[in-house]
């Protein structure tokens, strides 16, 4: 559904006539690809789910805003400002992030599902979090929210 979507936003950015979408998005076509390859050599024929489609463009953005500091740093607000706009080229593709007090609910919710207590359950909170809320959650921000219901409730 995913790979869909990035072709069809891919064709209408050429009529658009939208260079930097249209760079952008092949550029995400062309990792996909990459990592596709690499699947299929480890015995997937698919080739990536929309879950891993999803971890492959966070890693994107996450690139991106660490080239925008050395960009800054060095002066270059051009290059600052191409980073930028890709990221929300990029961000397009993600499904609406779950942040601040949704984000304590929702952990909220699966401590209360799973019965974790303590520091030992984390694993199978974050899996079960991973699970429900793949894409859509900073799992590093949920990770350190986790670990302190758990230790606080422990």
Same mark, same amino acid.
């Given at each position: 559904?995913?790979?869909?979507?990035?072709?069809?936003?891919?064709?209408?950015?050429?009529?658009?006539?939208?260079?930097?979408?249209?760079?952008?998005?092949?550029?995400?076509?062309?990792?996909?690809?990459? #990592?596709?390859?690499?699947?299929?050599?480890?015995?997937?024929?698919?080739?990536?789910?929309?879950?891993?489609?999803?971890? @492959? @463009?966070?890693?994107?953005?996450?690139?991106? #805003?660490?080239?925008?500091?050395?960009?800054?740093?060095?002066?270059?607000?051009?290059?600052?400002?191409?980073?930028?706009?890709?990221?929300?080229?990029?961000?397009?593709?993600?499904?609406?992030?779950?942040?601040?007090? =949704?984000?304590?609910?929702?952990?909220?919710?699966?401590?209360?599902?799973?019965? &974790?207590?303590?520091?030992?359950?984390?694993?199978?909170?974050?899996?079960?979090?991973? =699970?429900?809320?793949?894409?859509?959650?900073?799992?590093?921000?949920?990770? &350190?929210?986790?670990?302190?219901?758990?230790?606080? =409730?422990?």
């Amino acid at each position: 559904m995913l790979r869909q979507e990035l072709n069809d936003a891919l064709k209408e950015s050429m009529k658009a006539r939208e260079a930097r979408a249209v760079s952008t998005i092949r550029l995400i076509l062309a990792a996909l690809k990459d #990592r596709d390859i690499a699947a299929r050599g480890s015995g997937n024929p698919d080739g990536l789910a929309d879950p891993e489609i999803l971890e @492959l @463009l966070k890693t994107m953005i996450r690139q991106r #805003r660490e080239s925008i500091q050395t960009f800054e740093a060095g002066g270059r607000v051009d290059l600052a400002q191409q980073e930028t706009e890709e990221i929300a080229i990029i961000e397009r593709f993600l499904p609406e992030q779950i942040e601040g007090n =949704a984000m304590e609910s929702a952990i909220k919710e699966i401590v209360g599902e799973l019965g &974790a207590k303590t520091i030992k359950d984390m694993g199978k909170t974050i899996q079960a979090l991973k =699970a429900k809320y793949a894409g859509r959650m900073d799992f590093s921000k949920a990770s &350190a929210i986790v670990k302190q219901m758990l230790t606080g =409730a422990g």
